[in-house]
């Protein structure tokens, strides 16, 4: 499969917000994303997890090292890149249906054709009955669910989504990482997705980076070979394949933790 | 008493027993001015060249009326119509400062408040001119454009820009960074961004900056139309100082005081109340 995002040699520091210090966030950093393919990221906090998704949604400038979709320098945002943020990040003054529709609007798609694609998401992610309530109004895993199907129904070609379920309770957590899998399989959308959650990392993803500790390196690339239909926790948790997986990116993690602790 | 009490009770129903106990107790400071006013024109405490009878302050809203032709001279700013002429041009220079300087304060707050090289450009200038209070530029005013409409405007115009455009700036600093950029990677424009995103999330507070800028421009009228002015309510209470007509100096008072608690109360206020309805349960900036 062709690779659809590719990173190269990537490095970059950026000024401290407070004290003005320079931080080196990312060091040489070499990865890719073949098409289709849901990838993880997992890290120490403070590795540089967001710099990169932020450099690959055209957010953030960088000047050393290259990022590019489909060969094409990454430059700035694109509709191409949807973002699932890590904080709420629909808008609060709009209702879910047009918090929802926000990127076909943005795309001037007229309303008929709008109205029916924002149904169909509203349905894929289960928000059926909430089309007008505003998100103060929802809860926190309905936000979410809100958030995901607003990137979806912009259609980009790659899906980055940066924590997203980290402000969610466990059990809606659990539900919201078996319907991000059910999209992928019916989606088929090319993901990155970064936690610092390592059994939502082995569960979510066909591979998974784990980070290194500040500045952030990729430190290994763990495969798990299990096919998306088959991935449900009441099955994953008992299928040693997720658990050795799950147990050898803990072990990275927890050497990378502690030599960001030491 | 059975009847008091059902009348009581009705009223009490009808408007709220919390908003009639806010007026009672609101209008207790008011009773007690006017009695001891009251009671001044009977006792003699003070002569009325100082404070003179409600009577005659009264009366001196349609002596200087008298003269008035008819509507159309009302609404010609006549000479004659001395009263409603004084009242309709302090209104119109606050209208007209209303439309120029609340677009582009709010506009220029906005352009600012996105974007740190613009807001590093023109916040110190900005601060510069807030700090110099609306009514210090007066006589610097009366140097550049004289004695008249011209000045009286600028100096409104003055407090009211500044004062929007540092309002607008901050209101727009408060959303968050992260609706902007989720606008940005759905392919939104920078104007997109503006009409989506910070308009909206800067509703609010802006509202409440149109209602206090309003308020200060009023205060700086008045004063600006007694140094700078040839016409208007802040003219005719000094000039009629100069003459000793202390009754239209009270008229005067009374009047700019009336009109700003009515605009205040009737269209500011619920305005503000409005956008907070519509948008603060669904957005509030903190």
């Given amino acids: 499969m062709p690779a659809k995002l590719v990173v190269t040699d990537l490095t970059h520091h950026y000024p401290d917000e407070y004290t003005g210090e320079s931080v080196h966030a990312l060091e040489k950093i070499n990865l890719e994303v073949n098409e289709g393919e849901l990838v993880t990221v997992v890290g120490p906090s403070g590795c540089g997890k967001s710099t990169l998704l932020n450099i690959l949604a055209g957010l953030l400038p960088y000047r050393e090292g290259n990022a590019s979709m489909d060969g094409v320098k990454i430059q700035g945002p694109s509709s191409e890149r949807g973002v699932v943020f890590q904080e709420q990040a629909i808008l609060p003054w709009r209702s879910v249906a047009k918090n929802i529709g926000h990127g076909l609007e943005l795309k001037g798609v007229p309303r008929g054709e709008r109205e029916k694609r924002v149904s169909e998401f509203i349905k894929l992610v289960g928000l059926v009955g909430f089309e007008d309530k505003f998100p103060h109004e929802l809860s ?95 099955d994953m948790n008992n299928d040693p394949r997720f658990i050795e997986a799950r147990d050898k990116i803990m072990r990275l993690v927890r050497e990378e933790v502690l030599v960001s602790n030491a | 008493m059975n009847i008091l009490q059902s009348i009581s009770i009705g009223v009490q129903r009808r408007f709220g027993r919390q908003r009639l106990r806010k007026i009672f107790l609101g209008s207790i400071p008011f009773a007690v001015i006017i009695f001891a006013w009251f009671m001044n024109g009977y006792m003699g405490w003070f002569p009325p060249v100082f404070i003179p009878p409600i009577g005659e302050v009264w009366a001196s809203f349609f002596l200087l009326q008298e003269d008035c032709p008819g509507i159309g001279a009302i609404v010609a700013l006549d000479q004659r119509c001395l009263m409603s002429t004084h009242i309709l041009s302090s209104l119109s220079r606050v209208i007209l400062a209303a439309v120029i300087g609340l677009p582009a304060g709010i506009a220029l707050g906005i352009v600012a408040g996105m974007s740190r090289p613009i807001s590093k450009f023109l916040e110190p200038i900005g601060i510069f001119a807030n700090s110099i209070s609306g009514i210090a530029w007066i006589p610097l005013a009366i140097v550049w454009f004289g004695v008249g409409w011209k000045t009286t405007l600028f100096i409104l115009l003055n407090t009211i820009f500044w004062l929007l455009f540092f309002n607008s700036m901050m209101c727009v600093r408060t959303v968050s960074r992260v609706y902007e950029q989720s606008v940005l990677t759905m392919g939104g424009s920078r104007w997109a961004v503006i009409r989506d995103v910070f308009l909206p999330g800067a509703m609010p507070s802006i509202i409440t900056g149109i209602r206090l800028a309003l308020g200060f421009g009023w205060r700086a009228l008045i004063a600006a139309e007694m140094v700078g002015g040839d016409s208007g309510l802040g003219f005719m209470i000094f000039s009629s100082a100069a003459e000793f007509r202390m009754e239209e100096v009270f008229l005067g008072v009374i009047i700019i005081s009336l009109i700003f608690l009515a605009t205040d109360r009737y269209l500011l206020a619920p305005l503000e109340k409005w956008t907070i309805l519509r948008w603060g349960l669904i957005w509030k900036p903190t």
């Fill in chain 1, 140 to 234: 926190g895993g309905m936000k979410q669910r809100c958030a995901v199907a607003r990137t979806l129904c912009a259609d980009p070609a790659v899906m980055l989504m940066d924590e997203p379920f980290a402000a969610v309770d466990a059990q809606t957590r659990i539900t919201l990482q078996e319907e991000l899998n059910r999209i992928a399989i019916a989606t088929k959308k090319t993901i990155l997705f970064i936690t610092h959650s390592v059994d939502e990392a082995a569960f979510l993803g066909d591979r998974c980076f784990v980070f290194t500790a500040r500045p952030g390196r990729l430190r290994e690339i763990v495969n798990i070979d299990i096919p998306r239909e088959k991935r449900i926790w009441a």
